[in-house]
């Protein structure tokens, strides 16, 4: 299973939320670059860099720190947040990301969707799938729908999607386990691979989602907390 550490982006700087809740951030105070030369300082090899301000606007606004990252390290970046036209799409993978997630378009514009899905590869998009009870959100987490987030992966695994990022929100940020019965679900539908987050808080919880089958997890808060070091996480890069 990867590892993929995460950062997420307000205003170039570094912070994370709590379930989803723009009022509720934490800053870390640190450049983005700096922290990425550290994960990769340390082994760590993939990095899913969330553009918050692109999110919550719908275009993307954090690019710069993209293009510095893949400039100044070697990690293999996933980006999302506000990818929502094709001139998001081109200035993402022309800042150096490896693949992109795409989550709110595939609600709204699934045509659009299939398109990039179609010109980029499969290898190259990652469908974002994150919930809220079982529903698919979009908008930064700060719109609902009535899909289920099931349906949802199922549909799109019929149309040639290899990868899914899913984030149960209630999870997220709160450091008290992953949504392990839903992604026990989710490893079901054949052919899909499953990229968790959301809730991991130690080292167990790693090992749990190895053992659900999932394809690789990603780890936010519980490095900057300090729940998880960079120490163990590099024992099972």
């Given at each position: 299973?990867?590892i993929?550490?995460?950062?997420?982006?307000?205003?170039?700087?570094c912070?994370?939320?709590t379930?989803?809740?723009?009022?509720r951030?934490?800053?870390?105070?640190?450049e983005?670059?700096?922290?990425?030369?550290?994960?990769?300082?340390?082994?760590?090899?993939?990095?899913h860099?969330?553009?918050?301000?692109?999110a919550?606007?719908?275009?993307?606004?954090n690019?710069?720190?993209?293009?510095?990252i893949?400039?100044?390290?070697?990690?293999?970046?996933d980006?999302?947040?506000?990818?929502?036209?094709?001139?998001?799409?081109l200035?993402?993978?022309?800042?150096?990301?490896?693949?992109?997630?795409?989550?709110s378009?595939?609600?709204?514009q699934?045509?659009?969707?299939?398109?990039w899905?179609?010109e980029y590869?499969?290898?190259k998009?990652?469908?974002?799938?994150?919930?809220?009870?079982?529903?698919v959100?979009t908008?930064?987490?700060?719109?609902?729908?009535?899909?289920?987030?099931?349906?949802?992966?199922?549909?799109y695994?019929?149309?040639?999607?290899l990868?899914?990022?899913?984030?149960d929100?209630?999870?997220?940020?709160?450091?008290?386990?992953?949504s392990v019965?839903?992604?026990?679900?989710?490893v079901q539908?054949?052919g899909?691979?499953?990229?968790?987050?959301?809730?991991?808080?130690s080292?167990e919880?790693?090992?749990?989602?190895?053992?659900?089958g999932?394809?690789?997890?990603?780890?936010?808060?519980?490095?900057?907390e300090?729940?998880?070091?960079?120490?163990?996480?590099?024992?099972?890069?």
């Open positions: 299973m990867r993929i550490a995460a950062i997420d982006l307000i205003d170039g700087t912070v994370r939320l379930q989803g809740d723009y009022s951030k934490t800053l870390y105070g640190r983005p670059v700096d922290v990425a030369r550290e994960l990769e300082e340390h082994g760590i090899k993939y990095l860099l969330v553009d918050l301000d692109g919550r606007q719908g275009k993307i606004r690019h710069g720190v993209l293009e510095a893949t400039n100044k390290t070697g990690l293999k970046v980006f999302s947040g506000g990818i929502r036209t094709d001139d998001d799409m200035t993402a993978f022309r800042c150096g990301a490896s693949q992109v997630t795409c989550g378009i595939a609600v709204t699934p045509g659009l969707f299939l398109q899905l179609a590869g499969p290898e998009i990652i469908l974002g799938a994150d919930f809220r009870q079982r529903k959100a908008g930064g987490w700060l719109s609902g729908s009535e899909t289920d987030v099931i349906s949802f992966l199922r549909k695994r019929t149309e040639g999607v990868y899914a990022m899913c984030t929100i209630e999870k997220d940020g709160m450091l008290d386990g992953p019965d839903m992604y026990k679900e989710i539908i054949e899909l691979s499953l990229i968790a987050s959301g809730g991991i808080s080292l919880d790693i090992l749990i989602l190895r053992e659900t999932c394809e690789a997890a990603i780890i936010g808060k519980a490095i900057y300090g729940k998880i070091s960079l120490k163990e996480l590099a024992e099972l890069c």
